[in-house]
T-cell receptor
């Protein structure tokens, strides 16, 4: 099993360009998450999907949109990239229950110039 | 909303020494989770604490959850170079979301 996969691993965008970050998990988890990680700020939740067909805003949703394409896939879209969106983006999945530890993908390092 | 504060931000440790990192929440948590992220890597789940006052051990790592379920600590004994990385606590709520602390970045002097 691959666990959680993310593409691309690295991306450089110019201000105003758009792109979609892809995430897929093969653990049959119901919940999926998108985080951004900036130095000294830990992981901040952008959007999450508690189950297939639902999405909700997290702590920092402005400038992003998401799509839960099916149970396996959860994509994050930047419609008009800004330098403030330079960050490392992590996708994660979990199975709601007593122990709902999150499994993280390897991350996408995004630079917006 | 729920906020989780973690201290210290950096911990420089001599190999063989012990250290502790602390986590405090502004609200009562349903559970607390700890993750480790190696340099250049992704966060990896270490442990979850659910009960008030709970203590769990993993080899040289000891995790505690406070009686009020608002704070937690991670104590590492006899630090090794393999302990290098950033340790995050994450407060859990009833909606299966986690609020992550800013992390404690550990470096080890051999």
């Amino acid at each position: 099993n691959a666990g959680v996969t993310q593409t691309p691993k690295f991306q450089v965008l110019k201000t105003g360009q758009s792109m979609t970050l892809q995430c897929a998990q093969d653990m049959n988890h119901n919940s999926m998450y998108w985080y951004r990680q900036d130095p000294g700020m830990g992981l901040r939740l952008i959007y999450y999907s508690a189950s297939e067909g639902t999405t909700d805003k997290g702590e920092v949703p402005n400038g992003y949109n998401v799509s839960r394409l099916n149970k396996r896939e959860f994509s994050l879209r930047l419609e008009s990239a800004a330098p403030s969106q330079t960050s490392v983006y992590f996708c994660a999945s979990s199975e709601p229950g007593t122990a709902y530890e999150q499994y993280f993908g390897p991350g996408t390092r995004l630079t917006v110039t | 909303g729920q906020q989780v504060m973690q201290i210290p931000q950096y911990q420089h440790v001599q190999e063989g020494e012990d250290f502790t990192t602390y986590c405090n929440s502004s609200t009562t948590l349903s559970n607390i989770q700890w993750y480790k992220q190696r340099p250049g890597g992704h966060p990896v789940f270490l442990i979850q604490l659910v009960k008030s006052g709970e203590v769990k051990k993993q080899k040289r790592l000891t995790f505690q959850f406070g009686e009020a379920k608002k704070n937690s600590s991670l104590h590492i004994t006899a630090t090794q170079t393999t302990d290098v990385g950033t340790y995050f606590c994450a407060g859990g709520s009833n909606d299966y979301k986690l609020s992550f602390g800013a992390g404690t970045t550990v470096t080890v002097r051999a």
